[in-house]
C-alpha cells in the first residue's frame, strides 16, 4: 500500500493588512489638535499681562475663555481616547486576526505566539503571491477563546496535558482545525500489533488504546453498549456482527461489498468512509486491495486508535470540516449514519456537494442503512440526493420497528457521480 499524506485544514482565520496611512492621519490629527491649543493657551497668558484698566474686561473674558479651553480640553480627551481605541484595533489587525481577541487577559502566551503571522524573509513569493505564513486555526475558535486558551497553556517543549477531552470539546464547538502546539504528546506503548493483513481481524492488549475520559475502561464494556446507530459491539471484531457486516447481508438494506465493487467495473481503489465506526468497512476494503480512509472522532471511544491498530488509515476529522481531498480524487464515498445533521437540509446539501466534489465521474456514493425518522424527512432527502443527477444503481428504501416499537425508514443507495459537462 502507498503511503498517504494529509495536510488537514485550511487557513481558515480571516486577517486583514494593517493600515499605516489611517494611523498617521490620526497622529497628524492629534498633533494639530494639541497646538491649536497650546496657541489658545499662550495667547491667554500674554493677554493678561495688558493694562489694569482692562482687568473688569479681562476676567470677564477669561471666564469666556476658560469655558472655551476646557471645552478644548474635553475634545483633546476624547481624540485621545478614540485614538486609543483605533490603536487597540490597529494591534489586532497587526497580530492578523480580527475574529480571535488576542488582547484579553488570560489568553495563553502559546496561542499568541503560534497565531503571529510572519512576513517572508525573502518578501513575496512569486509562485504563490503569498507575502506572510499565517497560522490555520478554525474561525469558530473565536467563541471558546476560553477552552482554547486552556488548551494552549503547557509547558513549551515539555509533556502536553492529557486532555485530549478537551481538543476534541472544541472541535466539536466547530473550533477546527486547532492550533498546533510545541509540546510532546504522551506516548502510549502499541506492543503487540500484528502484520497486515492479519491486524485486521486481530484482537490488540486493550493497553495500547487511551482510556483516559471515557466511562468505558476496556472493550467489553464498549461492546455491551450502542455507542452510535452504526456502532453496536462494533468493538466485537473476533465473534460479533462485524465479522459479517459488508459480507453477509441481513435484509435488503444491506449490500455486500463484492456486488458494490462489481457496479464500479474495476475502477476502485480509493475510498472514504465517513462515520466508519471501528473501521469494518475500510477492512472488508483493505482485503479487496481497496484503500479506504476513515474519518471519525473518539466520541465515548478510542475509535482512531482502534482503526489504526487494525491496520487502517483513521482520519481525527469531524463532519463539520471540508474534506481534505482535492476535488475529483475518490473512486468510492462510504456513508452511513454519520451523514445525519439534525434535519437541517442547508447543512446536508453542503456536506452533500463536498462529497460530490472529492468523488470522481464515475465514482460510486454508496449511503447505507441511511436513516430517516419517517417518511417525510426520507423525501426530503432524497430531493436533495436527486439534484445531483446520479445514476441509481442501486436504491432500497426498507422499514424497520425500533425497539420503542415504532417504525424507521432506512434508504440504501449505490450512486454513480455523472460526468458534468459544462
Ligand atoms: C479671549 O479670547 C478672545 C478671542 O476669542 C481674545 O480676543 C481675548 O483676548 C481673550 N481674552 C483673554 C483674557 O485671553
Ligand atoms: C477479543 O476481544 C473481545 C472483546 O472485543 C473479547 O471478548 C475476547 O475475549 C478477546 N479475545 C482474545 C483472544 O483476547
Ligand atoms: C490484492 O493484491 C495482492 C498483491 O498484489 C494480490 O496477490 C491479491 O490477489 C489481491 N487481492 C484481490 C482480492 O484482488
Same mark, same amino acid.
Given at each position: 500500500?502507498?503511503?498517504?499524506?494529509?495536510?488537514?485544514?485550511?487557513?481558515?482565520?480571516?486577517?486583514?493588512?494593517?493600515?499605516?496611512?489611517?494611523?498617521?492621519?490620526?497622529?497628524?490629527?492629534? $498633533?494639530?489638535?494639541?497646538?491649536?491649543?497650546?496657541?489658545?493657551?499662550?495667547?491667554?497668558?500674554?493677554?493678561?499681562?495688558? /493694562?489694569?484698566?482692562?482687568?473688569?474686561?479681562?476676567?470677564?473674558?477669561?471666564?469666556?475663555?476658560?469655558?472655551?479651553?476646557?471645552?478644548?480640553?474635553?475634545?483633546?480627551?476624547?481624540?485621545?481616547?478614540?485614538?486609543?481605541?483605533?490603536?487597540?484595533?490597529?494591534? @489586532?489587525?497587526?497580530?492578523?486576526?480580527?475574529?480571535?481577541?488576542?488582547?484579553?487577559?488570560?489568553?495563553?502566551?502559546?496561542?499568541?505566539?503560534?497565531?503571529?503571522?510572519?512576513?517572508?524573509?525573502?518578501?513575496? /513569493?512569486?509562485?504563490?503571491?503569498?507575502?506572510?505564513?499565517?497560522?490555520?486555526?478554525?474561525?469558530?475558535?473565536?467563541?471558546?477563546?476560553?477552552?482554547?486558551?486552556?488548551?494552549?497553556?503547557?509547558?513549551?517543549?515539555?509533556?502536553?496535558?492529557?486532555?485530549?477531552?478537551?481538543?476534541?470539546?472544541?472541535?466539536?464547538?466547530?473550533?477546527?482545525?486547532?492550533?498546533?502546539?510545541?509540546?510532546?504528546?504522551?506516548?502510549?506503548?502499541?506492543?503487540?500489533?500484528?502484520?497486515?493483513?492479519?491486524?485486521?481481524?486481530?484482537?490488540?492488549?486493550?493497553?495500547?488504546?487511551?482510556?483516559?475520559?471515557?466511562?468505558?475502561?476496556?472493550?467489553?464494556?464498549?461492546?455491551?453498549?450502542?455507542?452510535?446507530?452504526?456502532?453496536?459491539?462494533?468493538?466485537?471484531?473476533?465473534?460479533?456482527?462485524?465479522?459479517?457486516?459488508?459480507?453477509?447481508?441481513?435484509? @435488503?438494506?444491506?449490500?455486500?461489498?463484492?456486488?458494490?465493487?462489481?457496479?464500479?467495473?474495476?475502477?476502485?481503489?480509493?475510498?472514504?468512509?465517513?462515520?466508519?465506526?471501528?473501521?469494518?468497512? #475500510? #477492512?472488508?476494503?483493505?482485503?479487496?486491495?481497496?484503500?479506504?480512509?476513515?474519518?471519525?472522532?473518539?466520541?465515548?471511544?478510542? $475509535?482512531?486508535?482502534?482503526?489504526?491498530?487494525?491496520?487502517?488509515?483513521?482520519?481525527?476529522?469531524?463532519?463539520?470540516?471540508?474534506?481534505? $481531498?482535492?476535488?475529483?480524487?475518490?473512486?468510492?464515498?462510504?456513508? #452511513?449514519?454519520?451523514?445525519?445533521?439534525?434535519?437541517?437540509?442547508?447543512?446536508?446539501?453542503?456536506?452533500?456537494?463536498?462529497?460530490?466534489?472529492?468523488?470522481?465521474?464515475?465514482?460510486?456514493?454508496?449511503?447505507?442503512?441511511?436513516?430517516?425518522?419517517?417518511?417525510? @424527512?426520507?423525501?426530503?432527502?432524497?430531493?436533495?440526493?436527486?439534484?445531483?443527477?446520479?445514476?441509481?444503481?442501486?436504491?432500497?428504501?426498507?422499514?424497520?420497528?425500533?425497539?420503542?416499537? @415504532?417504525?424507521?425508514?432506512?434508504?440504501?443507495?449505490?450512486?454513480?457521480?455523472?460526468?458534468?459537462?459544462?
Amino acid at each position: 500500500m502507498g503511503s498517504v499524506s494529509l495536510k488537514v485544514g485550511d487557513g481558515t482565520a480571516r486577517f486583514k493588512r494593517a493600515s499605516f496611512c489611517s494611523s498617521a492621519v490620526n497622529v497628524l490629527m492629534l $498633533f494639530s489638535v494639541i497646538t491649536t491649543n497650546l496657541f489658545a493657551l499662550y495667547a491667554f497668558t500674554y493677554s493678561t499681562k495688558k /493694562d489694569s484698566q482692562t482687568t473688569h474686561l479681562i476676567l470677564h473674558h477669561t471666564q469666556k475663555n476658560i469655558s472655551l479651553i476646557s471645552e478644548q480640553v474635553s475634545l483633546i480627551l476624547r481624540e485621545i481616547e478614540s485614538s486609543q481605541k483605533k490603536l487597540a484595533q490597529m494591534e @489586532k489587525e497587526l497580530l492578523g486576526y480580527e475574529s480571535i481577541d488576542l488582547s484579553k487577559p488570560n489568553v495563553a502566551n502559546e496561542l499568541k505566539v503560534f497565531l503571529q503571522h510572519h512576513l517572508l524573509p525573502l518578501g513575496k /513569493d512569486s509562485r504563490t503571491g503569498i507575502t506572510e505564513m499565517v497560522a490555520s486555526v478554525g474561525h469558530s475558535c473565536e467563541k471558546s477563546t476560553d477552552l482554547l486558551s486552556q488548551y494552549m497553556n503547557y509547558k513549551v517543549n515539555g509533556p502536553c496535558p492529557n486532555d485530549w477531552i478537551l481538543a476534541q470539546k472544541l472541535i466539536l464547538k466547530g473550533c477546527e482545525p486547532l492550533p498546533r502546539r510545541r509540546c510532546f504528546a504522551e506516548t502510549i506503548p502499541k506492543v503487540g500489533l500484528q502484520p497486515f493483513p492479519f491486524s485486521l481481524w486481530k484482537n490488540v492488549s486493550e493497553k495500547i488504546y487511551s482510556w483516559s475520559g471515557l466511562s468505558c475502561k476496556n472493550l467489553a464494556c464498549l461492546n455491551s453498549k450502542k455507542l452510535n446507530r452504526d456502532c453496536a459491539g462494533c468493538f466485537d471484531i473476533i465473534n460479533g456482527y462485524e465479522t459479517q457486516k459488508y459480507v453477509k447481508g441481513r435484509g @435488503k438494506n444491506d449490500f455486500l461489498v463484492d456486488d458494490v465493487l462489481a457496479m464500479g467495473s474495476g475502477g476502485i481503489r480509493i475510498g472514504f468512509d465517513i462515520g466508519g465506526g471501528s473501521g469494518t468497512f #475500510a #477492512a472488508r476494503m483493505a482485503e479487496r486491495n481497496v484503500t479506504v480512509v476513515t474519518a471519525t472522532l473518539n466520541i465515548d471511544a478510542p $475509535f482512531n486508535e482502534f482503526i489504526a491498530a487494525r491496520g487502517l488509515f483513521p482520519v481525527f476529522l469531524s463532519l463539520d470540516h471540508r474534506f481534505p $481531498f482535492y476535488d475529483n480524487v475518490v473512486d468510492l464515498v462510504h456513508a #452511513a449514519n454519520g451523514l445525519d445533521v439534525g434535519g437541517r437540509p442547508e447543512k446536508l446539501e453542503f456536506l452533500m456537494f463536498d462529497i460530490d466534489r472529492i468523488l470522481r465521474a464515475g465514482g460510486l456514493l454508496w449511503l447505507d442503512n441511511f436513516y430517516s425518522s419517517n417518511e417525510d @424527512k426520507r423525501r426530503a432527502l432524497t430531493r436533495i440526493i436527486e439534484q445531483f443527477g446520479y445514476k441509481k444503481l442501486k436504491w432500497v428504501v426498507g422499514e424497520k420497528i425500533n425497539g420503542a416499537g @415504532k417504525s424507521e425508514v432506512y434508504l440504501s443507495a449505490v450512486l454513480q457521480k455523472p460526468a458534468r459537462v459544462r
